[in-house]
T-cell receptor, first 116, second 114 residues
Framework: GAVVSQHPSRVICKSGTSVKIECRSL??????MFWYRQFPKQSLMLMAT?????????EQGVEKDKFLINHASLTLSTLTVTSAHPEDSSFYIC????????????FGPGTRLTVL | AQSVAQPEDQVNVAEGNPLTVKCTYS??????LFWYVQYPNRGLQFLLK??????LVKGSYGFEAEFNKSQTSFHLKKPSALVSDSALYFC????????????FGKGTRLHILP
């Protein structure tokens, strides 16, 4: 149990376009989802925390208008990188947390974004 | 504020030898401590966690970690290393008395030499 998926696993886009990344909890209901960003050879940096049905809470320094997060259901959260630029190229990882035995963060496999 | 330190960027161990990956933490309340492993271009895989109870925690793939409150440490150990253990290891802490954020260490790259 406790499987989290991300789609796509890898995406290449042109500068100025928008990219949507999906994060799904496959076998449990995720009351909270987290989005992280990881630069090469660095640790994970928390970007935002989202609770189902409410606005996401962004970490300091993260542009909420650039990184749009939607958590419309208990099994799905999306991260949209708007007007992507090469500096947005990174590895994006989501995690999901539920209740009871799922009251810890389970991580997705990550999405590699490359902006040309 | 809570923080996690992994003092070693890289650890090299010969196959078959015991390995230790160090981690120290700082929280104001009670810590929940985690170890994750990451293989290239992959997400994080959970290894083990400490919440309460026995200080020695056993996890996946033969790994274990010892919670030491006086030294505020949570070192990851394995009695006999395998080449397949080569990966990036992250220690993480969560202060359940404050909020639900997990703070990650910078990671330690483990190289197991055949």
């Amino acid at each position: 149990g406790a499987v989290v998926s991300q789609h796509p696993s890898r995406v290449i886009c042109k500068s100025g376009t928008s990219v949507k990344i999906e994060c799904r909890s496959l076998d449990f209901q995720a009351t909270t989802m987290f989005w992280y960003r990881q630069f090469p050879k660095q640790s994970l940096m928390l970007m935002a925390t989202s609770n189902e049905g409410s606005k996401a809470t962004y970490e300091q320094g993260v542009e909420k208008d650039k990184f749009l997060i939607n958590h419309a259901s208990l099994t799905l959260s999306t991260l949209t990188v708007t007007s992507a630029h090469p500096e947005d190229s990174s590895f994006y990882i989501c995690s999901a947390e539920g209740l009871g035995s799922y009251n810890e963060q389970f991580f997705g496999p990550g999405t590699r974004l490359t902006v040309l | 504020a809570q923080s996690v330190a992994q003092p070693e960027d890289q650890v090299n161990v010969a196959e078959g030898n015991p390995l230790t990956v160090k981690c120290t933490y700082s929280v104001s309340g009670n810590p929940y401590l985690f170890w994750y492993v990451q293989y290239p271009n992959r997400g994080l895989q959970f290894l083990l966690k400490y919440i309460t109870g026995d200080n020695l925690v056993k996890g996946s793939y033969g790994f274990e970690a010892e919670f030491n409150k006086s030294q505020t440490s949570f070192h990851l150990k394995k009695p006999s290393a395998l080449v397949s253990d080569s990966a990036l290891y992250f220690c993480a802490v969560r202060d359940m008395n404050r909020d639900d954020k997990i703070i990650f260490g910078k990671g330690t790259r483990l190289h197991i030499l055949p």
